[in-house]
């Protein structure tokens, strides 16, 4: 087998690592920064493990392909949690709820008394929901940090030196790849031990969805935006004020949360939002998780190792996706 370097050392970058690992194969693996960190957009990620819910909006493969992806992570040593996801919204938005039901599957109504045996905290205020008892999360640093445990040290300089390069370094690689665009996300964590839940939250609303998820000891990933952009600024003043309001709408007590972090990045997306696996002579491009980085991660690491090690045409390659 002729050497392997990696380039980037974000969520896919250290899953193909990974992948080749169980192989046999011990891949270089180089990126400027040392290692995943915040300038990655994997740093900033949610971590659901949501296959149903993401059918809402994505395509079917990525439900397909994201069933196995927490069975994966757990091997490699992330903490999955498995509680299911739970849809809700406002009384006035109700007609959220509706088109959601409508648009996935794997899921059961709950009323307000049945989400109260669910996540006592929330009480009987929200008086309908949607129940996903098979998807799960993680915490996307622990996962990053456990990945990174298991691999050869990330080298901050240096160059492939023959042999195959995996291009997988997200945005970055918007010199080779032309077609790749940016779409930014923004996230908050707070402390709020006053509100105990248990598993992900989804509020839906017509214009800025929120979803929480659980971090342990009161500590909560806020999440919601999705703007067509390649800018990795700040976190905006709007997107704080209804991140926080949205919070607030689930829970009063989130008022009084502690602010720990804001974060803002730009998540790399081909056209259609689907990954993709570009040959081109000696390297393989490995890009375009979009907004599923946890989720398809696994299965775009399986397909790229098929590649190398089988000589398998994956199902993203790129040139089945004109």
Not at 164 to 193: F, H, K, N, Q
Request: proline fraction near 8%; include cysteine; glycine fraction near 10%.
């Amino acid at each position: 087998m002729t050497p392997i370097t990696i380039l980037g050392a974000g969520v896919l970058g250290l899953s193909i690592a990974a992948e080749l690992t169980d192989r046999g194969i011990t891949p270089r693996i180089i990126d400027p920064n040392g290692g995943p960190g915040p300038h990655g957009c994997s740093w900033w990620a949610g971590g659901m493990l949501a296959p149903h819910c993401e059918s809402e909006s994505a395509e079917p493969a990525v439900v397909r392909l994201g069933h196995d992806a927490a069975a994966w992570w757990q091997g490699h040593g992330a903490q999955v949690t498995h509680r299911g996801t739970l849809v809700l919204a406002m009384s006035r938005d109700r007609a959220e709820l509706d088109r959601f039901a409508r648009m996935t599957d794997a899921h059961r109504p709950v009323t307000a008394s049945q989400i109260e045996t669910l996540e006592p905290d929330l009480g009987q205020r929200i008086p309908r929901g949607l129940f996903y008892d098979t998807e799960g999360h993680l915490n996307p640093r622990q996962a990053l940090a456990a990945l990174r445990d298991r691999l050869p040290p990330v080298e901050s300089q240096g160059a492939p030196d023959g042999g195959l390069t995996i291009d997988a370094r997200g945005l970055a690689a918007r010199d080779a790849l032309p077609d790749l665009r940016g779409v930014r996300g923004e996230m908050m964590v707070i402390r709020c031990p006053e509100v105990q839940l248990s598993r992900t939250i989804r509020l839906l609303h017509p214009r800025i969805p929120l979803y929480i998820v659980p971090r342990g000891d009161g500590i909560y990933m806020l999440g919601a935006t999705m703007l067509e952009s390649g800018a990795k600024t700040r976190v905006t003043a709007r997107a704080a004020v209804e991140l926080l309001s949205s919070a607030y709408a689930l829970h009063p007590a989130f008022a009084e949360a502690e602010i720990l972090e804001l974060g803002a990045d730009a998540r790399p997306a081909f056209p259609d939002n689907l990954p993709r696996l570009r040959r081109r002579g000696n390297t393989l491009y490995a890009n375009g998780l979009y907004r599923h980085g946890y989720l398809l991660a696994p299965a775009v690491a399986r397909m790229a190792a098929d590649h190398i090690t089988l000589g398998t045409r994956p199902e993203f390659m790129d040139e089945d996706h004109p």
